[in-house]
């Protein structure tokens, strides 16, 4: 009897195989939270559908399915536009080529990008903020740059602690209006203005604040955290999705987890 090999393997089918797995979970991660993840699990479901019709020969339902998802690929640009602008943003990100390198890209071999004492300080001051109700707009980089929205603003090089965010964001502070900007535990802009995301439905008590953070959360990969200046509510941006939050220890822990 012929012996059948099932599993003819070699070094680049391999690589093939993780190469696709790591696209696979950047997708995810860029459209997690977000209406899109439906829109690709449909077409994820079509796509083997026809190859399941294609392996039992139903011809016209498979050159239906064929010729359906042949020619959507002008309509996935549209329908994905910001998931794509962003995955663009993060591969050609001047953060790939810094001297940390593609590597922290990688879950396994990141370092932390803001220290859990100084995430700790700013939720704790988002809070104490909330209870006098001062409207806050912190970002929280993470790989892609945000020089483009720095330019905005005011430069800046110190250090993140509570009594620092509480100068910046009183009331009478010259600082006060706008974003600030935080990166590899350092304020690095104040006075920000920020892209306003007009395409996404919030509640009807959301501001400019609001559609600020959603703003930099589509176009980038960035976290944004807002206390609003009517209610206090404390709210948590990120791929264009917001949570809001009334328990501080379990926001420090979403953005710890969300920025390692």
Excluded at 43 to 54: E, M, P, V
Excluded at 67 to 92: N, P, S, W, Y
Excluded at 109 to 125: C, G
Aim: net charge negative; glycine share 6%; proline share 2%.
């Amino acid at each position: 009897m012929d012996h059948i090999n099932f599993l003819n393997i070699g070094f680049l089918d391999i690589l093939d195989i993780v190469l696709v797995a790591v696209l696979l979970f950047y997708i995810f991660k860029l459209i997690r939270g977000t209406a899109a993840i439906n829109i690709f699990i449909g077409i994820a479901i079509i796509y083997l559908i026809w190859k399941l019709t294609q392996a039992l020969e139903m011809e016209l339902l498979s050159d239906i399915l064929g010729k359906f998802l042949g020619g959507g690929f002008i309509a996935l640009i549209i329908v994905f536009q910001q998931e794509i602008r962003k995955f663009l943003l993060m591969v050609g990100s001047t953060n790939i080529a810094s001297k940390k390198g593609l590597l922290k890209h990688l879950k396994f071999f990141r370092t932390e990008l803001v220290a859990n004492n100084q995430i700790d300080d700013i939720v704790s001051f988002c809070y104490e903020m909330s209870k006098i109700k001062t409207g806050v707009l912190i970002v929280l980089k993470r790989n892609n740059s945000l020089e483009f929205v720095k330019m905005t603003g005011d430069t800046m090089r110190i250090q993140v602690n509570k009594p620092i965010l509480k100068s910046i964001f009183y009331k009478n502070s010259p600082l006060h209006d706008g974003a600030i900007i935080i990166e590899d535990d350092t304020i690095t802009a104040t006075r920000v203005i920020l892209p306003i995301e007009n395409s996404i439905e919030i509640p009807a008590h959301f501001g400019l604040r609001h559609r600020a953070g959603l703003g930099i959360s589509t176009q980038t990969d960035a976290l944004a955290l807002i206390v609003s200046e009517e209610s206090g509510q404390i709210s948590y941006m990120n791929n264009g999705a917001f949570i809001l939050f009334e328990d501080s220890t379990e926001l420090t822990e979403l953005i710890k987890d969300d920025l390692t």
